[in-house]
């Protein structure tokens, strides 16, 4: 099994920034890739981010060179750094991990990007 834990979300304005960070415990040792998804009500949960244990990333369309995810392995954590926000980026952000046989999900953390 393998908990985790979202934290950094909030309100911030247009044009700010947040990092976002999720901690990962339990069964940590099977743990692969990992990332971040988001989702508004009515719509589909979407890729924002995701990075290999070995520190490869792939990135959704939207971001557009906008978002960094990275990754500390020794510490089982991964983060986003979200710069230049937009209202559209307004969602719950989902953090995820995966093993080689199971996909974990965190609770999420709401991200509100208004004036």
């Known amino acids: 099994q393998v908990q985790l834990v979202e934290s950094g979300g909030g309100l911030v304005q247009p044009g700010g920034s947040l990092r976002l960070s999720c901690v990962a415990s339990?069964?940590?040792?099977?743990?692969?890739?990992m990332g971040w998804y988001r989702q508004t009500p009515g719509n589909q949960r979407e890729l924002v981010a995701t990075?290999?244990?070995?520190?490869?990333?792939n990135y959704g369309g939207f971001v557009k060179g906008r978002f960094t995810i990275s990754r500390d392995n020794a510490k089982n954590t991964v983060y986003l750094q979200m710069n230049t926000l937009k209202p559209e980026d307004t969602a719950v952000y989902y953090c995820?991990?995966?093993?080689?046989?199971?996909?974990?999900w965190g609770k999420g953390t709401l991200v509100t990007v208004s004036s």
């Open positions: 995820n991990a995966d093993t080689y046989d199971i996909r974990y």
């Open positions: 339990g069964n940590i040792f099977r743990l692969n890739t």
């Open positions: 990075i290999t244990r070995g520190g490869g990333t």
